[in-house]
């Protein structure tokens, strides 16, 4: 029974494992929409990137990118 329930365990790692990389290939596009709409409000690139948890050249570089 312990044998099992380590395969659950592991298939559940697993299942987590595909949500969290499937979360991570969205993540940027939705950052990087949600900057442009607050430049777009007047933000400031300062307050973007506090908020962000990046630095300035780290919000313009995200800026710049394109899907």
């Keep these: 029974m312990n044998a099992e329930r ?3 365990a592991i ?3 697993a299942e ?3 949500e969290a990389a499937a979360l991570r290939q969205g993540a940027p596009e939705d950052l990087r ?3 442009l ?3 777009k409000e007047g933000e400031s690139i300062t307050r973007i ?3 962000a948890g990046l630095s300035r050249q780290g919000v313009y570089d ?3 990118e394109r899907p």
């Design 33 to 35: 929409v949600a900057c």
């Design 16 to 18: 987590r494992r595909a």
């Design 62 to 64: 995200l800026l710049e």
């Design 11 to 13: 298939q559940l790692a």
């Design 37 to 39: 709409e607050a430049q």
């Design 49 to 51: 990137a506090s908020a």
């Design 6 to 8: 380590a395969i659950q």
